[in-house]
């Protein structure tokens, strides 16, 4: 167990509807980073947040935004959404800013599935 | 634009075998930090080792080991003696430190290793 929590485990929506992936980072970790994993992408950065503010921007469609409150958890906002869009949507964390000085931690995954 | 190639899509091995997971990576930074993940069937992400490109010496962990070398910007990942559960896809990763080192890691599409029994 990585710490990292995620929920809903399973997520089940239709074409042009709006859904939230929540995250709850590891105690003490400051940096929350969102991964999608595709068939055909692969695992792709999409956004990272530290202590709340937006630190660097990935892959992530304009459709897509998220955030990160006081609290340090994070969500994430996927709207219109296409039947290309599903996918396992990780979140990780580390303590630190700089991805390359700190390992990330990640939860268990997402999974979206659109109809 | 930092790239991460693992050409080998699937490894079948039986179990004891030793197996070697390869890695290739492309960067302009001289400063930059190699990953390894690995997903099991479960689904979840794990973290095995990173390391800097400063620091060219081979790593063990008990049945695992890596070797990283620089001048073929190679980072490949051996099991010795493996096990059915280390039947897993393996993922290799590289962060860059430009830009002040906020930002993702790019992962390579992943090698699939199935251990018999």
């Known amino acids: 167990d990585s710490g990292v929590t995620q929920t809903p485990k399973h997520l089940i929506t239709a074409t042009g509807q709006r859904v939230t992936l929540r995250c709850s980072p590891r105690s003490g970790d400051l940096s929350v980073y969102w991964y999608q994993q595709s068939l055909d992408q692969g695992l792709q950065f999409l956004i990272q947040y530290y202590n709340g503010e937006e630190r660097a921007k990935g892959n992530i469609l304009e459709r897509f935004s998220a955030q990160q409150f006081p609290d340090l958890h994070s969500e994430l906002n996927l709207s219109s959404l296409e039947l290309g869009d599903s996918a396992l949507y990780f979140c990780?964390?580390?303590?630190?800013?700089?991805?390359?000085?700190?390992?990330?931690?990640f939860g268990p995954g997402t999974r979206l599935t659109v109809t | 634009a930092q790239k991460v190639t693992q050409a080998q899509t699937e490894i079948s091995v039986v179990e004891k075998e030793d197996v070697t997971l390869d890695c290739v990576y492309e960067?302009?930074?001289?400063?930059?930090?190699l990953f390894w993940y690995k997903q099991p069937p479960s689904g979840e992400l794990v973290f095995l080792i990173r390391r800097n490109s400063f620091d060219e010496q081979n790593e063990i962990s008990g049945r695992y080991s890596w070797n990283f070398q620089k001048s073929t910007s190679s980072f490949n990942f051996t099991i010795t003696a493996s096990q059915v559960v280390d039947s897993a896809v393996y993922f290799c990763?590289?962060?860059?430190?430009?830009?002040?080192?906020?930002?993702?890691?790019?992962f390579g599409k992943g090698t699939h290793l199935i251990i018999q029994p």
């Open positions: 990780a964390s580390s303590v630190g800013i700089q991805t390359s000085s700190y390992e990330q931690y």
């Open positions: 960067t302009r930074d001289t400063t930059y930090y």
């Open positions: 990763a590289l962060s860059e430190r430009s830009g002040g080192g906020a930002d993702g890691l790019t």
